[in-house]
């Protein structure tokens, strides 16, 4: 009986459809619906224990019929994954775009849906460089042997809190920077092209040392956003010759302003980051200030020790923004510049690298592209 009536209906549903709805898929629809209504009536029944004792019935449908005229997809038409979390053996993950995307701590990159762009190292020197080599180790015993300003060169006082220190580091101690610089510029953390999200980029190559600077949230990190690289640690004979120079700067304000306190005038400081710039030949840095250390730092006016090695560069400062009425002064290789105390916040800027200004003996030694590097410490 029951075998019948579901019959019926569907022989009714089908013609009915065949005529008015030709071009549609919704008999199948309808009839499986209907099946599996029967169905699962029958189970319903089944699992209350009616009819639990009788003979297995030819048919596998219920008497009850439903028919729910919302249910109109053929799920038999949809993908087998459609609605469905797709699950992966083995441990592997969904990844869209490359598969060469890199795990850095603390945050899984591969269920990302960008990619983790790859960083072209940037050599610093030419090709061919005998820069390869590393470090004889003779920088840091003669930095060690240094303590007071060389004879005959010309030392400026530029204003309170600010000093000038012309062709402090030697050429020799020049090339040891470079082989130093080039190393860790090539290696995890080293050097890349800084960007913002419109797409601008900064007209320099920039390498981060103790911690990551982010030129897009102007803070400090551990690790880099965009590759999650942390920044090698500063060499300790890079530490000995920005506490040296920051002595001979004292001496040198001592002298001039018979104080009996230098360091109410230019603070000492340890440092513990750097920011390492390389500039081609048609480099700039736009007219800003450096105040993403911390408070104390700032509010104690720690200075920022700036070494310059190769070509020179036309250096703008002043206490406005207005390019303009800035004060300028020439920073050539070997020069170190120290702005502290009240010339902590200055504004200053690289106007324009001078082309083919730095020493021929330096490019001799280290094959160093034409530019100019600088190295900015200061305490966090």
Known sequence: MLLQLHRTITSSLTRFHYHHHKHLRTVPSISRQISLRFSS???????????????????????????????????????????KKRKHSNGERLQLGQSNSKHV??????????????????????????????????LNEKWNEMGHIVEGTEQRVLRPG????????????????????????????GFYQPGYQDGAKL?????????????????????????GSKAPAI??????????????????IKKEYKVSNVEDILPSM????????????????????????????????????????????????????????????LLESGDVLIFGGKSRHIFHSVASIIPKSAPRALYEETSLRPGRVNLTFRQF
């Open 270 to 329: 340890s440092p513990n980051i750097c920011i390492v710039n390389f500039y081609t030949t048609r480099g700039r840095l736009g007219h800003h200030q450096d105040r993403d250390e911390s408070r104390e730092s700032l509010l104690k006016g720690l200075p920022v020790v700036s070494l310059s090695v190769g070509d020179s560069a036309e250096f703008l400062y002043g206490d406005q923004r207005n390019v303009d009425k800035a004060e300028k002064v």
């Open 162 to 189: 600010m000093v000038l220190l012309k062709r402090y580091i030697t050429l020799s101690e020049q090339v040891e920077i470079v082989k130093k610089c080039r190393v860790l510029g090539l290696g995890q953390g």
């Open 203 to 227: 007209r320099l190559q920039m390498m981060c040392l103790g911690l990551n600077w982010d030129p897009e949230t102007r803070k400090y990190k551990e690790q880099r956003v965009f590759d």
């Open 41 to 83: 009536l029958r189970s319903m029944k089944n699992s209350r224990g009616q009819d639990s004792n009788s003979s297995p019935k030819p048919s596998t449908h219920n008497s009850s019929i439903s028919y729910d005229p919302a249910v109109k997809t053929d799920e038999s038409l949809l993908p087998t994954q459609f609605g």
């Open 235 to 252: 060499p300790h004979e890079f530490s000995l010759l920005v506490k040296r120079a920051i002595q001979d700067a004292h001496a040198l």
């Open 105 to 138: 701590a603390g945050t899984d990159f591969a269920d990302c849906s960008e990619v983790l762009p790859e960083v072209k190292p940037f050599d610093m020197c030419l090709s061919g460089s005998r820069s390869t080599a590393t470090s004889t180790g003779c």
